[in-house]
């Protein structure tokens, strides 16, 4: 299929053939005996993205979730996936308690279920992996800068170049600014990633990258319920404090050295280092008061001071024979100096809320936590005729070690083995089915501190089925699956650490999903999701799940200047919290675009729930979900104009 060309630049779809986050090699997809998705950076640019929840809208079995109104947070298959963020093949801690920049994103790969056996602890219901942009030699620099709804406003630099045949650079800028729909919210963020890529010879690739990353903004926390719905107040009411503010810094160092001995035998180490400083004030919701209409409040002081991450990775590739393997062997290591200090706040109006200056409590030493992985593992991808057989296998010593103010020392350690054993077989050349089976092992509280009451580590099995098919002339991929993610949670006794009960959690679910081209010119995506999520335990369904997704997104090129396309987004009725205390209404999203390009210069228009709906994210807060459940925005709209040269 040629390519249209717009104006010197190629035209690109929404498919991408080769996503490597399912198998962390270069296997082809139809042959990865699990569902991966890809957002491309030609969906990125239609949508507008500027946050990661903006590019993951309409990815099948994914939603976005408030966050405390500080951070990416999403729930994939129904479980919450706060800790499941990667860069490049390695856990991305430093954007954790933050909203992640797309200013130097390639693409976005989601692997569905359980991923342990690749990548260790974590990944219940999957995982997000963020492929960074590369200085590949390409000479340009793009500027874009835009303006929207409440105060945004934006600008972009993404400058390449080649320094000689062995050195290429690249940078990539960001500045955000913005208010919100929400009184007293607002947020400023100032980015900075430059790269560069050595190649001393042509086995030989070293790229080198740093970001710098400022982030100030107030937290925004949504509203209180009464009644099993949250109350009814304006979208702009605000249930903090005048002076609530949330301010980070981040540098994030990272090397990916690959040598290749031979075209089947590449062996890639990788390195990260990466600090955060945080500090938050943040007013948080409590119990309401039917008979005076009044909620209970308290203020945190929460901060890093510092969080750290390390990371090393060394992984082989080896394709001999029918055998593709993978040998790997990571290191990591967080250690957290958190500080926190609370104080009570007067309660409040649920329908008018005071929001009064508070005094600062101070960011009090509260703890230290140094938690250590060791993972060793191995993957085979044997193919036989049309039958390709993946295993994998990996083990995991993990060590937490934590230190209260006043307290003695606390751990909590163990090892463990994930695995996954799965077959996919083609019915033709561009058709296949598949089946897998995993288990993967999650570290209590994310692995970030020692809880006597979680003193056993949780486990979590994937069975899953599923068709993968290029149509069009492979310019289309589909993916069918049914799953089945059953996750259990030992409870121990506080002082003996002995298992005194289990929770069990099981999701069983089916996703449809469709992405490329229909035609040269005309791209798409779909989306449905069917979730069954229970805690088996209380039949009752867990925070912010819903039981059905559906989306629907195209863009039609109509000629070299001219784009248009638009997006649905249905999210079903879902419950605040893990006991169904608050129900939440369904919603559907409507947004458009419209862009024009002439010559080396860009304009586009991005209108965001074009209907106004109102609707709510989810609820932050803990199991009860009654309190700071967050109101989605209303309608806005966005103007983007870009020049490259």
Do not use: C
């Not at 903006?54 to 966050?67: K, Q």
């Not at 250590?372 to 993946?390: A, E, N, P, R, S």
């Not at 083990?395 to 695995?419: C, I």
């Not at 994310?446 to 098919?469: P, Q, R």
Request: charged share 25%; no cysteine; aromatic share 12%.
């Amino acid at each position: 299929m040629n390519p249209l060309v717009v104006t010197g630049q190629a035209y690109k779809g929404y498919a991408q053939f080769s996503p490597t986050s399912g198998s962390k090699t270069d296997a082809e997809w139809l042959d990865v005996p699990q569902s991966v998705s890809v957002v491309t950076d030609t969906e990125i640019t239609d949508r507008g993205a500027v946050r990661l929840v903006d590019a993951l809208n309409g990815v099948a079995g994914v939603n976005n979730t408030l966050g405390e109104g500080s951070r990416d947070q999403f729930v994939i298959r129904g479980f919450d996936a706060l800790n499941d963020v990667y860069r490049d093949g390695m856990r991305d801690d430093t954007g954790l308690q933050s909203y992640r920049s797309l200013a130097n994103i390639e693409q976005i790969e989601v692997v569905k279920g359980p991923a342990g056996a690749l990548y260790g602890r974590g990944s219940t219901g999957g995982l997000i992996n963020l492929v960074t942009k590369r200085a590949n030699g390409d000479e340009f620099t793009r500027l874009n800068a835009s303006l929207g709804s409440h105060g945004k406003m934006i600008g972009r630099v993404d400058s390449s170049t080649s320094f000689s045949d062995t050195v290429n650079g690249r940078i990539n800028l960001e500045v955000r600014k913005a208010d919100s729909f929400v009184d007293y919210v607002d947020s400023k963020d100032y980015f900075i990633a430059p790269t560069l890529r050595f190649t001393p010879s042509d086995h030989h690739t070293l790229d080198v990258d740093l970001e710098i990353s400022k982030q100030d903004l107030v937290p925004y926390r949504g509203v209180p319920s009464i009644n099993g719905k949250p109350v009814n107040v304006s979208r702009s009411t605000y249930f903090g404090s005048s002076n609530d503010y949330q301010e980070s810094k981040s540098v994030r160092f990272s090397l990916n050295d690959e040598f290749k001995f031979t075209p089947n035998l590449v062996w890639n180490n990788r390195v990260v280092i990466s600090r955060v400083e945080l500090e938050q004030q943040g007013t948080r919701q409590r119990n309401v008061t039917a008979a005076t209409a009044t909620v209970g409040q308290s203020v945190n002081d929460f901060g890093y001071d510092p969080r750290r991450f390390n990371a090393l990775q060394s992984e082989l590739k080896w394709s001999v024979g029918s055998h593709e393997f993978l040998f790997g062997a990571e290191y990591t290591q967080t250690k957290i100096d958190l500080d926190l200090s609370t104080v009570s706040k007067a309660d409040q109006s649920i329908y008018a809320p005071d929001t009064e200056h508070v005094v600062n409590g101070g960011f009090e030493p509260f703890r230290k936590n140094d938690t250590k992985t060791y993972g060793l593992y191995v993957q085979d991808m044997y193919t036989i005729g049309d039958l390709t057989l993946t295993g994998n296998v990996r083990h995991d010593k993990m060590d937490l070690e934590q230190q209260r103010v006043g307290n003695p020392k606390e751990n909590l350690d163990d090892d463990k083995w994930s695995y996954r054993v799965g077959a996919s077989y083609r019915l033709t050349e561009d058709l296949s089915t598949y089946a897998t089976f995993s288990r993967s092992w999650q570290l209590p509280n994310a692995g970030t501190f020692v809880s006597n009451g979680a003193a056993e580590f949780y486990s979590a099995d994937l069975k899953e089925i599923g068709f993968k098919a290029y149509t069009l002339g492979d310019a289309l991929m589909f993916n069918a699956a049914i799953f089945q993610i059953e996750q259990e949670r030992p409870v121990t006794d506080a002082t003996t650490g002995d298992v005194t009960d289990r929770n069990t959690s099981k999701h069983n679910g089916f996703e449809l999903e469709l992405r490329g081209q229909l035609t040269e010119q005309w791209s798409t995506t779909a989306s449905y999701t069917y979730l069954d999520a229970e805690d088996e335990d209380t039949g009752k369904k867990p925070n912010d799940v819903s039981d059905q997704l559906f989306s629907l997104g195209s863009t039609y090129q109509i000629d070299s200047h001219w784009r248009v396309g638009g997006n649905i987004k249905y999210v079903g009725e879902r419950y605040a919290g893990d006991n169904e205390a608050v129900k939440l209404d369904s919603y559907t999203l409507v947004d458009l675009m419209a862009a024009y390009r002439v010559g080396k210069h860009k304009i586009q228009f991005n209108a965001y729930n074009i209907f106004d709906e109102k609707y709510f994210l989810g609820a932050t807060g803990g199991s009860s979900g009654r309190n700071q459940i967050g109101y989605g925005a209303p309608a806005e709209y966005m103007v983007s104009y870009g020049y490259e040269f």
